[in-house]
């Protein structure tokens, strides 16, 4: 418990791994806000755009058991990703959300269950079971600073973060769009009243929810090995974040993000490694009991 | 006139009756047919709770996996038997019921999904990591049959499977009864209302418990039954993934009915059987059809089933 180094070693990974729920929690929450559903498919917005980035990254992966030979350069794939992410969004929110979105919150979370069990087994199909690694964008492992260990990638995945909640606090607090998306999330019929395209602004929610999960997804595979399962956990945690938080409040499901990965990595290191995965959820179910509106309050009452 | 949920029962029953008749030498379909009924039991039992009181829960595989490691921990170390380890089952998983729903008790929608699938995950690792009951991930084998009765021995599929029918039967009457009754027309009104509930003098804090405990009735007794068919049991099955499978299976069977119930798991099980043509792409099919269903299905096979009969009687459409 004493050595500053060790700590500040699992300080840096925790904000790591915790920047990842941040993103995905943030996800959610703006889907949540914007059409009061929670999207059970969010995890495979984290693994479906690491298969595809995957297979022009690396020239012998297989995808429906063809070699595919491609090896682009990396930000060119990262572009591409995106791009093919933003019609994925399109597809899913005209699929799964928009024929069902007068007949209340549960036949649209059963609809994205069943995205969800159809994506992962289409990830099987497509790419194989085998878990695949992820070429890391950087050169050396990890970098050393007077016995201190960094992985490179923890730092990009801070760094990245950082820019992202600091675009989004710009884009809902500077942009008319960003007024827009808030207005319809707050109150969708006055909204349309105002004369915003409430439908439209969905949309873009979706998007946008999709491309955090993107981002998250391209930033997290050089850590973890890309499976079908890679976003399931990652998503249960990053919604157990956003309610630690305060379930629709976007600073509450930061912070409950960051606080998760940094708890879940000190308890993995000093407590018990096999139940990391039960953290998140024990102060999870702990915040539940003592403090239901989460840490920072929430902006939607369902609870009582 | 007989009502027609009724008839449709008998028909159903009879047709289970013989199952193992038609299926007889097919190890393979009889023990589908097991596990059909062992799930829709599970499944009427997350009717109560969300069908009627309204309440969420991810967490019936969980409950199942309880029931199933109590009741293969007292067969394989204590050396009790199936009939003597399967009341210990349901009594373990009805208080882990009242634990799990006591604190759930402030939580609706999606809050209470959270939290029962927060304790579904802690539950499975528990099963992982507590080796010296579990086993670890392991699992535990050589769990007993239940003991012959006269001559008729129960390690067959085909036999164990008329143990389960008689325990599907039996928790759907139950479930019919407490749905005929001020206890069940209490649940149905705090799931429109809960508010207006208590201020009919209903007391919501019980019932929305006791709704727990039938849920986690239903699913102990299920984890017994079905860890005494297949004889062996692991931590993986009885994953968050399951739960959802689960609460799919309501949902597209009809979630405040009971035959919904009982038609939306045996469906759910035997689909993935009929798209096994499809190889390994079957679930992708799977999944697409769920989408689909709750889609064209809004009222799940019920609401299709009496939709039809309707058109049926009255052809003029009236």
């Known amino acids: 418990m004493h050595d500053p180094i060790v700590n500040l070693q699992l300080l840096i990974n925790g904000l790591a791994i915790g920047s990842i729920y941040a993103l995905v929690a943030l996800g959610f929450v703006l889907i949540y806000n914007a059409v009061g559903v929670v999207n059970f498919a969010q995890g495979d917005f984290v693994m479906l755009p690491s298969y595809v980035a995957i297979s022009f990254l690396v020239p012998t992966i297989t995808v429906f058991g063809f070699a595919m030979h491609w090896q682009l350069p990396a930000i060119g794939v990262y572009l591409i990703v995106l791009v093919l992410m933003i019609g994925f969004a399109l597809l899913f929110t005209r699929i799964a959300y928009a024929p069902l979105r007068d007949r209340g919150w549960m036949p649209v979370v059963i609809s994205t269950i069943g995205v969800s069990i159809f994506l992962r087994n289409f990830a099987q199909v497509t790419w194989g079971s085998q878990p695949l690694s992820f070429p890391s964008p950087f050169a050396v492992d990890t970098l050393d600073f007077a016995g201190l260990h960094v992985r490179p990638q923890d730092l990009l995945i801070i760094a990245v973060t950082a820019v992202l909640?600091?675009?989004?606090?710009?884009?809902?607090?500077?942009?008319?769009?960003?007024?827009?998306?808030?207005?319809?999330?707050?109150?969708?019929?006055?909204?349309?009243?105002?004369?915003?395209?409430?439908?439209?602004?969905?949309?873009?929610?979706?998007?946008?929810?999709?491309?955090?999960?993107?981002?998250?997804g391209l930033l997290v595979s050089p850590i973890f090995s890309v499976t079908k399962e890679m976003g399931s956990l990652i998503a249960l945690k990053a919604f157990a974040a956003s309610i630690v938080g305060g379930f629709g409040n976007i600073p509450g499901a930061i912070v409950g993000g960051l606080a998760i990965g940094v708890i879940e990595t000190f308890g993995g290191f000093y407590i018990s490694s096999s139940y990391t995965d039960a953290i998140a959820f024990i102060i999870l179910i702990g915040v539940l009991l003592l403090r239901p509106q989460g840490l920072f309050g929430e902006r939607i009452a369902e609870k009582a | 006139m007989i009502p027609r949920g009724w008839v449709f029962a008998l028909v159903a029953f009879v047709v289970a009756l013989l199952l193992p008749v038609i299926f007889r030498g097919n190890d393979y379909l009889l023990n589908l047919c097991v596990v059909a009924g062992v799930y829709s039991i599970v499944v009427m039992g997350l009717g109560i709770l969300l069908g009627w009181a309204g309440q969420m829960s991810l967490a019936q595989a969980a409950f199942l996996g309880i029931g199933a490691y109590t009741s293969a921990y007292f067969t394989t170390h204590v050396g009790l038997n199936f009939w003597q380890a399967l009341p210990l089952s349901i009594l373990m998983s009805a208080l882990v019921g009242v634990g799990v729903g006591y604190?759930?008790?402030?939580?609706?929608?999606?809050?209470?999904?959270?939290?029962?699938?927060?304790?579904?995950?802690?539950?499975?690792?528990?099963?992982?990591?507590?080796?010296?009951?579990?086993?670890?991930?392991?699992?535990?084998?050589?769990?007993?049959?239940?003991?012959?009765?006269?001559?008729?021995?129960?390690?067959?599929?085909?036999?164990?499977?008329?143990?389960?029918?008689?325990?599907?039967?039996?928790?759907?009457?139950?479930a019919a009864r407490i749905k005929a009754t001020r206890v069940g027309r209490a649940m149905e009104a705090i799931r429109e209302n809960e508010l207006a509930a208590s201020a009919m003098g209903i007391?919501?804090?019980?019932?929305?418990?006791?709704?727990?405990?039938?849920?986690?009735?239903?699913?102990?007794?299920?984890?017994?039954?079905?860890?005494?068919?297949?004889?062996?049991?692991?931590?993986?099955?009885?994953?968050?993934?399951?739960?959802?499978?689960?609460?799919?299976?309501?949902?597209?069977?009809?979630?405040?009915?009971?035959?919904?119930?009982?038609?939306?798991?045996?469906?759910?099980?035997?689909?993935?059987?009929v798209l096994r043509p499809l190889k390994n792409s079957y679930i992708m099919v799977y999944g697409a059809a769920v989408v689909a269903m709750i889609i064209f299905m809004p009222r799940g096979l019920v609401g299709l089933i009496e939709a039809f009969s309707n058109r049926l009687r009255r052809p003029e459409g009236v």
Request: hydrophobic share 50%; glycine share 10%; net charge positive.
């Open chain 2, 103 to 174: 604190p759930c008790l402030r939580l609706s929608g999606h809050y209470l999904a959270l939290a029962t699938i927060g304790f579904g995950i802690i539950t499975q690792l528990v099963l992982i990591n507590w080796k010296a009951v579990t086993n670890g991930s392991d699992g535990i084998t050589g769990i007993p049959a239940p003991p012959p009765i006269g001559s008729i021995s129960f390690e067959s599929y085909g036999t164990y499977f008329y143990i389960v029918l008689g325990f599907v039967v039996l928790c759907a009457y139950i």
């Open chain 1, 165 to 216: 909640i600091a675009f989004q606090y710009v884009l809902f607090e500077k942009t008319p769009l960003g007024k827009q998306m808030q207005a319809t999330a707050q109150d969708r019929t006055t909204a349309r009243l105002l004369g915003i395209r409430v439908g439209r602004i969905v949309s873009i929610t979706f998007i946008y929810s999709v491309l955090l999960g993107t981002i998250s």
């Open chain 2, 203 to 273: 007391n919501t804090t019980r019932y929305k418990i006791l709704a727990f405990v039938l849920a986690g009735s239903y699913a102990g007794l299920a984890g017994s039954l079905l860890a005494h068919s297949i004889k062996f049991i692991s931590p993986d099955s009885y994953s968050f993934d399951q739960s959802v499978v689960f609460l799919v299976m309501l949902i597209l069977g009809g979630s405040s009915s009971i035959g919904g119930a009982i038609l939306g798991a045996a469906l759910l099980t035997l689909l993935p059987e």
